[in-house]
Nanobody
Framework: QVRIVESGGGLVQPGGSLRLSCAASGLISDFYAMSWFRQAPGKEREGVSCISNHDGTTYYADSVKGRFTLSRDKNTDTAWLQMNILKPEDTGVYYC??????????????????WGQGTQVTVSS
């Protein structure tokens, strides 16, 4: 059984930083993608960033390019989303998800096979 667990959310002031972690267990293949999504109140869930576990290829939403960095450890099925220069519009519940076979569409919620429970990120002064 696949399990996805996120951690690292919290309250931060604008311009600050947070690092989110995503740990997966029960994955059989190494050719998956690990993705981060976020959802603000009243808005649709949107893709933030994703990474191919096999070769480390990363994708970012335009809104976070240059501010967020996604990395992973192949040996532990863990990924980290480093979020810098945070803005109030980054506020939301952040979800980690896994696409069993990595594709270039790993920022689409409908492509995901497994989801975590989410962690709240609030950017406010």
């Amino acid at each position: 059984q696949v399990r996805i667990v996120e951690s690292g959310g919290g309250l931060v002031q604008p311009g600050g930083s947070l690092r989110l972690s995503c740990a997966a267990s029960g994955l059989i293949s190494d050719f998956y993608a690990m993705s981060w999504f976020r959802q603000a109140p009243g808005k649709e869930r949107e893709g933030v960033s994703c990474i191919s576990n096999h070769d480390g290829t990363t994708y970012y939403a335009d809104s976070v390019k240059g501010r967020f960095t996604l990395s992973r450890d192949k040996n532990t099925d863990t990924a980290w989303l480093q979020m810098n220069i945070l803005k109030p519009e980054d506020t939301g519940v952040y979800y980690c998800a896994v696409e069993r076979i990595a594709t270039m569409s790993c920022l689409r919620p409908s492509n995901m096979d497994y989801w975590g429970q989410g962690t709240q990120v609030t950017v406010s002064s």
